[in-house]
């Protein structure tokens, strides 16, 4: 069984409840999945866990949330080559840049040497009912390219 690591930041709920609804999809799969606020969380605990999760909200024009600035410069310490990651968030299309930090988070992952299992989940605001299988799904996929992209 897989152990995922799923670290988020939310400031209205809609990326808590998208981060929940991918850890049902890793349970569903047969994984544990483990969630942690960012501000709860220090990156070095990535190294306990098989494949790694990173949640945002986009904040302003398509910037990271401050909550992730510091978490941010403590992974630049880690060597995650190898390791399987995802991103995934809720924006506002209203903005010039939609998802914005969802794109940085996975930017960084790339950069650190993670490997990106899928291409990102973006969602506008909180999840519609279509949406939150879109989520599980999620989740459940993750778990699926664990034994292909590590």
Known sequence: MSKVLIVYASLTGNTEEI???????????????VLKM??????????NYDALMLGAYTW????LPD????FIEEMEEL??????AAA???????????CGAVDQLESKLEELGAVLAQPS?????GPNQEEKGLCREF???????????T
């Open 19 to 33: 981060a929940e609804l991918i850890a049902e999809g890793i349970r569903a799969a047969g994984s544990e999945a």
């Open 38 to 47: 960012v501000e709860d969380c220090n990156a070095a605990e990535f190294l």
């Open 60 to 63: 302003g024009d398509g910037e």
């Open 67 to 70: 909550e992730f600035i510091d």
């Open 79 to 84: 060597d995650l080559k190898g390791r399987t």
């Open 88 to 98: 995934f968030g809720s924006g506002d299309t209203g903005y010039r840049i939609y």
């Open 121 to 125: 989940l973006k969602i506008e605001y």
């Open 139 to 149: 989740g459940v996929m993750f778990i699926q390219s664990l034994g292909v992209a």
